[in-house]
């Protein structure tokens, strides 16, 4: 069955620290690996993506790793803001442009 | 630069009444459409999504239909509402025909809450 698993659920963490947010998945065939953020009653907004042969891609302050032999994938979110607060939703792509969407994790800076 | 639109923002209906939600999008011509839904805690459950006007495909079977009169436009509909339909309702675009890598970008989202 094809699912994304996404870790931890939520995280609460202080102003300027950094954090990593994991998510694993089952989907086969394997095309791409997406991370968005979505803010509160907002649609989500991408933040990276990356294909089979890419293993790190960065957006500012956001890093993205893939390890498509383990079928994982990590944010790492660096010198976090208070706007950082939002649910961060790994979505795993199938060829043929089907979509699997995790449940997302809801991560909380606080000041 | 594209835009997307949907509306309203929110909703409260009573359970047996009819929806209809409308998409719309800027800035591009033959985009791909979806509907999503997502659930509390859940991750985004695609409904509906469609290469072209008239052309609608259906993920799940369900209380809701989806139409696209137009290119750019795509609605969201139901003869009777349900408790379980209870939900925050996403509309996206991508680019028709682009390769698997594409993004889809969102609208801002529509909150249903069913009484």
């Known amino acids: 069955k094809n699912q994304v698993e996404q870790s931890p659920q939520s995280l609460i963490i202080l102003e300027g620290k950094n954090c990593t947010l994991q998510?694993?998945?089952?989907?086969?065939?394997?095309?791409?690996l997406r991370w968005y953020k979505q803010d509160t009653g907002r649609g989500p907004v991408s933040l990276t993506i990356?294909?089979?042969?890419?293993n790190t891609k960065s957006n500012g302050r956001y890093t993205a790793t893939l390890d498509a032999d383990t079928k994982q994938s990590s944010l790492h979110i660096t010198a976090s803001q208070l706007s950082d607060s939002a649910s961060y939703i790994c979505?795993?792509?199938?060829?043929?442009?089907?979509?699997?969407f995790g449940a997302g994790t809801i991560l909380r800076v606080k000041s | 630069s594209q835009t997307i639109h949907q509306w309203p923002a929110t909703l409260v209906q009573p359970v047996g009444s009819p929806l209809s939600l409308e998409c719309t999008v800027e800035?591009?011509?033959?985009?791909?459409l979806y509907w999503y839904r997502q659930a509390a805690g859940r991750g985004l459950q695609l409904l509906f999504y469609?290469?072209?006007?008239?052309?609608i495909s259906s993920e799940v079977p369900q209380n809701l239909s989806a139409s696209r009169p137009q290119d750019r436009q795509f609605i969201l509909s139901s003869k009777k509402l349900l408790l379980s339909d209870s939900g925050f309702y996403l509309c996206?675009?991508?680019?028709?025909?682009?390769?698997?890598?594409?993004?889809?970008?969102f609208g801002p989202g529509t909150r249903l809450t069913v009484l």
């Open positions: 996206a675009w991508s680019v028709l025909g682009a390769a698997s890598t594409d993004t889809q970008y």
């Open positions: 998510c694993n998945y089952t989907v086969s065939p394997f095309s791409n």
């Open positions: 990356m294909t089979f042969s890419e």
């Open positions: 979505v795993v792509s199938q060829y043929g442009n089907k979509l699997v």
């Open positions: 800035g591009t011509s033959n985009p791909n």
């Open positions: 469609s290469v072209g006007i008239g052309q």
